[in-house]
Nanobody, 127 residues
Framework: QVQLVESGGGLVQPGESLRLSCAAS????????MSWVRQAPGKGPEWVSI????????RYADSVKGRFTISRDNAKNTLYLQMNALKPEDTALYHC????????????????????WGQGTQVTVSS
């Protein structure tokens, strides 16, 4: 069965960095676009980033552009999110998600269709 397991979250101070990982299993990872999505308490999901099958194409939400980098290692079936210059507003539960329908690079990240999410890893940014 499809499994997505996130790790790497934690408590950091503003300005620090974290690297999240998502270990995928149960499907051919290299055939799917993948995304990171986050959800803060009391708020709806915010789609953070998306990456294509070979890692040559990426897109980011305006709120993280220039600070976050999505990448993947298809040999290891792993998705990554490098987060730099973290802010308190980045505090959320971060999930990786498998893209089942990609609507195009010019459309909103939320318009893509996703079929599996991981349980998430908590990121807390606080001084």
């Amino acid at each position: 069965q499809v499994q997505l397991v996130e790790s790497g979250g934690g408590l950091v101070q503003p300005g620090e960095s974290l690297r999240l990982s998502c270990a995928a299993s149960g499907f051919t990872f290299s055939r799917y676009y993948m995304s990171w999505v986050r959800q803060a308490p009391g708020k709806g999901p915010e789609w953070v980033s998306i990456i294509n099958t070979d890692g040559s194409g990426t897109r980011y939400a305006d709120s993280v552009k220039g600070r976050f980098t999505i990448s993947r290692d298809n040999a290891k079936n792993t998705l990554y999110l490098q987060m730099n210059a973290l802010k308190p507003e980045d505090t959320a539960l971060y999930h990786c998600a498998r893209v089942v329908v990609f609507t195009g690079w010019g459309t909103a990240l939320s318009s893509n269709k996703y079929d599996y999410w991981g349980q998430g890893t908590q990121v807390t940014v606080s001084s």
